[in-house]
């Protein structure tokens, strides 16, 4: 019987001896910044003629769309494509819709100057717009 707890003794000691040498390393992310990037057009860039054009359609189709006040555009050139979508509280005038949209817009694009993706959310309408398709 002094066998077995010497032999328990001698596990207890490596096991510790173990965990001592061998500390178990505990480390936490590191959440530093080292860049953040954000994409955007310039000027002359071909993205510039599609997101004109899918802004402009969906302020005017958006609110001739009677009891649905929801719309999606892509642009027509291929060289650069826009998507955009644009919806408005159904309990607006189409005129009261068409003027949210102008408001959300310049909101937009006064924040998200010369991105390739923005969104503004109004508390009647909304209206973003991406280099890619995507759902709401």
Same mark, same amino acid.
Request: glycine share 6%.
């Given at each position: 019987?002094? !066998?077995?707890?010497? &032999?328990?003794?001698?596990?207890?000691? #490596?096991?510790?001896?173990? !965990?001592?040498?061998? &500390?178990?390393?505990?480390?936490? =992310? %590191?959440? %530093?910044?080292?860049?953040?990037?954000?994409?955007? +057009?310039? &000027?002359?860039?071909?993205?510039?003629? #599609?997101?004109?054009?899918?802004? $402009? *359609?969906? &302020?005017?189709?958006? =609110?001739? *769309?009677?009891?649905?006040?929801?719309?999606? #555009?892509?642009?027509? +050139? =291929?060289?650069?494509?826009?998507?955009?979508?644009?919806?408005?509280?159904? %309990?607006?005038?189409?005129? $009261?819709?068409?003027?949210?949209?102008?408001?959300? *817009?310049?909101?937009?694009?006064?924040?998200?100057? #010369?991105?390739?993706?923005?969104?503004?959310?109004?508390?009647?309408?909304?209206?973003?717009?991406?280099?890619?398709?995507? *759902? $709401?």
């Amino acid at each position: 019987m002094g !066998f077995l707890p010497s &032999k328990i003794s001698i596990i207890a000691r #490596s096991l510790i001896g173990f !965990f001592v040498i061998f &500390k178990v390393v505990q480390a936490a =992310p %590191n959440t %530093n910044i080292t860049s953040v990037l954000c994409g955007i +057009y310039t &000027k002359g860039d071909p993205f510039t003629v #599609s997101l004109a054009y899918v802004l $402009d *359609e969906l &302020k005017r189709v958006t =609110p001739s *769309e009677q009891g649905r006040y929801d719309y999606h #555009s892509i642009s027509p +050139y =291929p060289n650069a494509f826009a998507y955009g979508h644009a919806l408005c509280n159904r %309990n607006l005038t189409s005129t $009261d819709c068409r003027t949210c949209l102008d408001v959300a *817009e310049v909101d937009m694009l006064d924040t998200c100057n #010369s991105r390739i993706g923005a969104r503004a959310v109004l508390n009647d309408c909304g209206i973003r717009y991406e280099q890619y398709p995507f *759902e $709401d």
